[in-house]
């Protein structure tokens, strides 16, 4: 663990305390909100250490506040969860072999994948994908334990603009990667695939449905060969 | 009831995560496919930046959020420090907000 802080810049470490930091705040509210939504704090907490990703969480907790059975709830929190299964086959060398692989594939979220993508040479993948992915695990699970023990006393993440501040995150992140033609391409085009269907489509398969973004942009440059 | 969904949510995302890696490991890739995955993820990632920047349930997020993240793209797209970039994205947004912008 030692060795793989030291792989990494000293900039990359601060860029992840960032988004733990923001993490924090996100969770201290996720707990206030279920805890606030009638659910005992147990839930929440147990959830952010088993579950580990935020976005299935919030819409769980969501579904059940409203009255949806936990099971429907638990269903949309997978479809939520679908894209960690491409993710997982695109960071797979990176997270390791043997019990790394099983610790390691509970990390996986998308500031994780983000910053590992994001990294030059195997090393330094490695040690972005463990260091975030930790101290995400840390940041997330702290800040959702403070929250459901003290209740509602967090109001709006909005109000300080945490909701531009993660899409600002992993843009920042995938950007460099954009600068490369072909996978701007797909990457727009899976973009905009999203974002039509997601007036009809049910919450994480606008995302998923991306993916075609890729067979476009092979298409395209098919047929121009 | 709810510890059953919550245990299915915990086991089913673990699957999820865990397949690609166990997959990984049992075949060797060519270089072409490895290189299509990564793009795959960094696509995944792109259409996340754009629906949560845009849309929030099945509509339009309004102005602030759309705008924080704008700033904060093209922040990025001039290579500005990511600290920059995010903290940037978050005080427009918020400070749009604080005007009474949606």
Known sequence: MRSMYRTLDRAVLRDIALVCLADTIVGLSYGAIAVGSGLDPWLPIAMSLLVLAGASQFLFVGMVAAGASPLAAAAAGLLVNARHLPFGLAVGEVVGPGWRRVVGSHLMNDETVAFALGQRGRDAQRAAYWVCGIAILVAWNAGVLVGALAGSAIGDTDALGLDAAFPAVLLALVLPSLRDRGTRRAALAGAAIALAATPVAPAGVPVLLALAGLLLARLHRASRC | ?102
């Open chain 2, 1 to 102: 009831m709810l510890t059953i969904a919550v245990a299915v949510l915990a086991a089913g995302t673990f699957a999820l995560r865990f397949a690609g890696p166990a997959l990984r490991s049992r075949v060797e890739l060519p270089a072409g496919v490895e290189a299509l995955l990564a793009t795959a993820a960094i696509v995944l990632l792109t259409a996340l930046v754009a629906t949560a920047a845009l849309t929030r349930d099945d509509g339009f997020a309004g102005t602030a959020r759309p705008a924080g993240v704008l700033v904060g793209g093209v922040l990025a797209w001039r290579r500005a420090p990511f600290v920059v970039v995010v903290l940037a994205a978050a005080a427009t947004a918020a400070g749009l907000r604080l005007l009474g912008a949606p």
